[in-house]
């Protein structure tokens, strides 16, 4: 995806555009920006002959609206707030309330830090502080076993919030769908790790 040339058609198609046009456009900019394949070492000490860097889909101008397009769509109709764990949630929660924002639908952003700030506010959640029980989502770019989401959502529990789905960009299908069934928690993610690989075989 050529980023700057003829860049404001190109926000302003994926702007109107079906999301099933903008979900194979995603697929494309992951496989062709994210997708990596060597020796990994993983959040969760796991080695990976592949790696998704979602940040160059989630902070890529195009990538960031057509991820903010689907993953509001997503979204059920009682969510008023969404969050994720620090650093890889942070661009998507922006982008689905500021899409959210053109759509006329507000929905907060959270991000959940990984430690508690340890000076100033102490806090572990910024963002506005929510009514106890407001129903929050919580995102992800990619998981792999669950723990980083599953971090936040038991964070935001202790916030007093209600916390019943994840939603990942890419699911590696390592154990995070069967960590969150366990915990009886609804999963879904835009892209299975094999679709993307699929399509990344396709274009190389
Ligand atoms: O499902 P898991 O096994 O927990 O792995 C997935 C997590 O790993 C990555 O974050 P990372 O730890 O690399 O941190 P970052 O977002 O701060 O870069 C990614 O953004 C997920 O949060
Ligand atoms: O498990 C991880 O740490 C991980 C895998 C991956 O493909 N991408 C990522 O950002 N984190």
Known sequence: MAIFSSQSDS???????????????????FCQSAYREGDFVLSSGQRST???????????????????RILLAMLPEEA????????????????????????????????????AKGHGTQAYIEGLTLPAGTPVVVLEDVVTTGQSA???????????????????????????????QEKGLQFQAVFTIAEIQQRWRELS
Not at 50 to 68: D, F
Not at 83 to 104: F, N, Q, R, W
């Open 80 to 115: 008023q707030a969404v969050a994720g764990l620090t650093l890889g949630a942070d661009p998507i929660v922006m982008a689905v309330s500021v899409v959210g924002a053109y759509e006329k639908r507000a929905i907060a952003p959270l991000i959940v830090r990984k430690e």
């Open 50 to 68: 592949y790696y998704i860097n979602g940040k160059q889909v989630t902070l890529h101008p195009q990538g960031a609206l057509m991820v903010g």
């Open 150 to 180: 599953l971090k936040a959502v038991e964070r935001l529990r202790l916030a007093g919030y209600q916390v019943e789905q994840v939603i990942s960009l890419v699911d590696r299908q390592q154990g995070g769908a069967e960590l969150y």
């Open 11 to 29: 926000l302003a198609a994926i702007a109107t555009a079906s999301l099933s046009i903008i979900r194979q456009q995603l697929l494309d900019l």
